[in-house]
């Protein structure tokens, strides 16, 4: 069991609509920080750790900030995402390069940078020489293929298209010291949203075991190892939140066992945790505008699937409350939707609630106006950064709850102006103007 709380309540939100209209993300910064004070002090029995954050799944600056403020670093996969990082003031090895199928130009930002460059191909070792030149310090990914079990969302990896090949990596090591590049690293990632303590230990093992084989093979001491990301959090409420220190033990054990016997210390551990840093901790806030009943009863929210795909693209569950209903009896058995024009947009299916009151419901002499606040849960990582434009659907903005209890906008939400800004038109008046 794990609770699934919401850090204001009906009278907060009430107030809080006045400035910021639904739907909007909420972010708990001081639950961040919290969280992130835990990961470092299970991770401290370590001689140097730190978690390079996934921007992909949080990437807005202003929480880039907090974690930086952490000392946390970020892992990013694109230009843009080194752009984010440098915006929040991660420089240097701090920020890792952590792509794939990589363009030069994005290789080029991050040389510029000093951030760890992680190879994602054997090719890439000559594709990168050629074009930007090699650095003293290169990571490498890899792919374990079938030796390592799959996992739902990456899959088996052996069908997964990321890393070198054990025969590969090793090869890439031996070649980069060749061409003088000094400081090496190891990298993988093989699961996605993946609570099993015991694979992310078994993962670590792996690595451990390949760093020694690297050692005896290249004669290269890695600098250190990135267990890359893909805990996963507790998204049901049956489910348990992982336990770092139970996690931690089981990676200390393997590196007291693998790597100190073999001379390989201090080795720097190195993660990517993306969303068990900022998953729990925010919201997608939505209200409901209508209700309809036919075969089923759906209830339709002001958000859809173009605001959180993560229902749609993988059959996820999202916990879903009703603030001011929190115990009130499950009563009501709806499909949770969005207005979008695709059966799959649907943020819970046949799902138990207590019975909601849509906007389209209230006759002008109620009080509060609109519909029921209808909270959807553990959106605070790989959520709005999913969200996309499709039927011309306005992506939602961003709030982040302070600790000191205030709320700031942190993304303004889209406009219809922001959806025609790529469009080479002039202005949407204009436009329309010339069509007549
Ligand atoms: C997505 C991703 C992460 C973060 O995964 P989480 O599940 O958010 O922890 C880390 N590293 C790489 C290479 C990724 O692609």
Same mark, same amino acid.
């Given at each position: 069991?794990?609770?699934?709380?919401?850090?204001?309540?009906?009278? #907060?939100?009430?107030?809080?609509?006045?400035?910021?209209?639904?739907?909007?993300?909420?972010?708990?910064?001081?639950?961040?920080?919290?969280?992130?004070?835990?990961?470092?002090?299970?991770?401290?029995?370590?001689?140097?750790?730190?978690?390079?954050?996934?921007?992909?799944?949080?990437?807005?600056?202003?929480?880039?900030?907090?974690?930086?403020?952490?000392?946390?670093?970020?892992?990013?996969?694109?230009?843009?995402?080194?752009?984010?990082?440098?915006?929040?003031?991660?420089?240097?090895?701090?920020?890792?390069?952590?792509?794939?199928?990589?363009?030069?130009?994005?290789?080029?930002?991050?040389?510029?940078?000093?951030?760890?460059?992680?190879?994602?191909?054997?090719?890439?070792?000559?594709?990168?020489?050629?074009?930007?030149?090699?650095?003293?310090?290169?990571?490498?990914?890899?792919?374990?293929?079938?030796?390592?079990?799959?996992?739902?969302?990456?899959?088996?990896?052996?069908?997964?298209?990321?890393?070198?090949?054990?025969?590969?990596?090793?090869?890439?090591?031996?070649?980069?010291?060749?061409?003088?590049? #000094?400081?090496?690293?190891?990298?993988?990632?093989?699961?996605?949203?993946?609570?099993?303590?015991?694979?992310?230990?078994?993962?670590?093992?792996?690595?451990?075991?390949?760093?020694?084989?690297?050692?005896?093979?290249?004669?290269?001491?890695?600098?250190?190892?990135?267990?890359?990301?893909?805990?996963?959090?507790?998204?049901?409420?049956?489910?348990?939140?992982?336990?770092?220190?139970?996690?931690?033990?089981?990676?200390?054990?393997?590196?007291?066992?693998?790597?100190?016997?073999?001379?390989?210390?201090?080795?720097?551990?190195?993660?990517?945790?993306?969303?068990?840093?900022?998953?729990?901790?925010?919201?997608?806030?939505?209200?409901?505008?209508?209700?309809?009943?036919?075969?089923?009863?759906?209830?339709?929210?002001?958000?859809?699937?173009?605001?959180?795909?993560?229902?749609?693209?993988?059959?996820?569950?999202?916990?879903?409350?009703?603030?001011?209903?929190?115990?009130?009896?499950?009563?009501?058995?709806?499909?949770?939707?969005?207005?979008?024009?695709?059966?799959?947009?649907?943020?819970?299916?046949?799902?138990?609630?207590?019975?909601?009151?849509?906007?389209?419901?209230?006759?002008?002499?109620?009080?509060?106006?609109?519909?029921?606040?209808?909270?959807?849960?553990?959106?605070?990582?790989?959520?709005?950064?999913?969200?996309?434009?499709?039927?011309?659907?306005?992506?939602?903005?961003?709030?982040?709850?302070?600790?000191?209890?205030?709320?700031?906008?942190?993304?303004?939400?889209?406009?219809?102006?922001?959806?025609?800004?790529?469009?080479?038109?002039?202005?949407?008046?204009?436009?329309?103007?010339?069509?007549?």
């Amino acid at each position: 069991m794990n609770n699934k709380y919401f850090p204001l309540d009906k009278i #907060k939100l009430e107030e809080l609509i006045q400035k910021y209209p639904t739907p909007f993300y909420i972010y708990d910064e001081g639950a961040i920080i919290d969280n992130v004070r835990r990961i470092k002090a299970a991770f401290s029995v370590f001689p140097s750790y730190k978690n390079h954050f996934a921007v992909k799944a949080l990437p807005n600056p202003y929480i880039l900030k907090i974690l930086a403020a952490q000392g946390f670093g970020a892992d990013c996969a694109s230009f843009p995402e080194l752009l984010l990082a440098d915006a929040a003031g991660m420089q240097g090895e701090d920020v890792m390069l952590t792509s794939n199928e990589t363009p030069a130009n994005e290789y080029n930002a991050a040389m510029k940078n000093g951030a760890v460059i992680n190879l994602d191909d054997f090719s890439h070792i000559e594709f990168l020489e050629k074009n930007c030149g090699l650095p003293q310090l290169i990571s490498m990914r890899y792919n374990p293929g079938p030796i390592k079990e799959g996992n739902v969302i990456i899959g088996k990896p052996e069908e997964a298209k990321y890393g070198l090949t054990h025969e590969q990596i090793i090869r890439g090591y031996s070649l980069l010291k060749e061409k003088g590049v #000094k400081r090496f690293a190891l990298h993988t990632m093989v699961a996605s949203n993946e609570l099993s303590v015991p694979y992310h230990i078994e993962t670590a093992r792996m690595l451990f075991e390949l760093a020694v084989e690297v050692l005896n093979k290249t004669g290269i001491r890695l600098e250190f190892i990135n267990l890359g990301g893909g805990v996963g959090i507790p998204y049901h409420p049956d489910q348990e939140a992982v336990d770092y220190n139970v996690l931690v033990d089981g990676i200390q054990k393997a590196y007291n066992e693998i790597l100190i016997p073999a001379g390989l210390v201090p080795m720097g551990i190195r993660t990517e945790w993306g969303r068990v840093v900022t998953g729990p901790y925010g919201w997608l806030v939505t209200r409901a505008v209508h209700k309809k009943e036919i075969y089923r009863n759906y209830i339709a929210l002001d958000a859809s699937m173009a605001d959180l795909m993560r229902p749609a693209l993988y059959g996820a569950y999202h916990h879903i409350t009703i603030p001011g209903k929190e115990n009130a009896p499950l009563t009501e058995t709806y499909d949770v939707v969005g207005s979008l024009c695709e059966n799959n947009d649907k943020f819970a299916i046949q799902r138990q609630l207590p019975k909601i009151l849509t906007t389209a419901e209230i006759t002008s002499t109620d009080v509060e106006g609109a519909g029921d606040f209808v909270v959807i849960h553990d959106a605070g990582a790989h959520g709005r950064a999913m969200g996309f434009n499709y039927n011309g659907k306005l992506r939602c903005g961003e709030l982040l709850l302070r600790t000191d209890g205030s709320v700031v906008q942190i993304r303004r939400p889209e406009t219809a102006e922001d959806y025609f800004a790529t469009l080479d038109i002039g202005g949407v008046e204009e436009f329309l103007g010339g069509t007549k």
